[in-house]
T-cell receptor, first 114, second 110 residues
Framework: EAGVTQFPSHSVIEKGQTVTLRCDPI?????LYWYRRVMGKEIKFLLH????????ESGMPNNRFLAERTGGTYSTLKVQPAELEDSGVYFC????????????FGEGSWLTVV | RKEVEQDPGPFNVPEGATVAFNCTYS??????FFWYRQDCRKEPKLLMS???SGNEDGRFTAQLNRASQYISLLIRDSKLSDSATYLC???????????FGKGTKLSVKP
């Protein structure tokens, strides 16, 4: 069974440009999460989808970040315009419906803004 | 005060050693507790959940002290393959809103 897959694995963009990260959760997982780790910091929660609905977006840093999950399958996270401090690794994760289920992480999308 | 605090290490130990990691969390309303393992430039993977009564999985033992807001992980008979960063993780908010510590790096040497 395929795990959580993310694309691209690495991206280098200039300040002010736009980047869109994609996440395909494990098949059948209604819960999808985005996290990120910026340099020298801990991994931080960004938001949580249940199917196509945003359940919790309390961790989104500002309105330059837009997450979508149309159709309740894959999700995208767009950063527009990117700033230097957005550099880091963006993890997507998914889990089955119900509390107590293991959250599985993807390998992350490494973003460098120059 | 950080939400989840860990000693960053690194812990450098010989094979076969016993090593213990500690973690404290700030929110007494925390409900779920985990240890995740992260290899270099890889994703975090769940090592084990931590229960109030303490739990063991092979060479790994996790303990939780709610009164002290303290979590521990003990690794016995360390293997080279145990080398990784160990992340202390708690959850007190919505499902999936995991709060991570910065991690403790372990290096097991031959």
């Amino acid at each position: 069974e395929a795990g959580v897959t993310q694309f691209p694995s690495h991206s280098v963009i200039e300040k002010g440009q736009t980047v869109t990260l994609r996440c395909d959760p494990i098949s059948g997982h209604d819960n999808l999460y985005w996290y990120r780790r910026v340099m020298g910091k801990e991994i931080k929660f960004l938001l949580h989808f249940v199917k196509e609905s945003k359940q919790d977006e309390s961790g989104m840093p500002n309105n330059r970040f837009l997450a979508e999950r149309t159709g309740g399958t894959y999700s995208t996270l767009k950063v527009q315009p990117a700033e230097l401090e957005d550099s880091g690794v963006y993890f997507c994760a998914s889990s089955q419906t119900g509390s107590g289920n293991t959250i599985y992480f993807g390998e992350g999308s490494w973003l460098t803004v120059v | 005060r950080k939400e989840v605090e860990q000693d960053p290490g690194p812990f450098n130990v010989p094979e076969g050693a016993t090593v213990a990691f500690n973690c404290t969390y700030s929110n007494s309303a925390s409900q779920s507790f985990f240890w995740y393992r992260q290899d270099c430039r890889k994703e975090p993977k769940l090592l084990m959940s931590v229960y109030s009564s303490g739990n063991e999985d092979g060479r790994f033992t996790a303990q939780l002290n709610r009164a002290s807001q303290y979590i521990s992980l003990l690794i016995r008979d360390s293997k080279l393959s145990d080398s990784a960063t160990y992340l202390c993780v708690v959850n007190w908010g919505s499902q999936g809103n995991l709060i991570f510590g910065k991690g403790t790096k372990l290096s097991v040497k031959p």
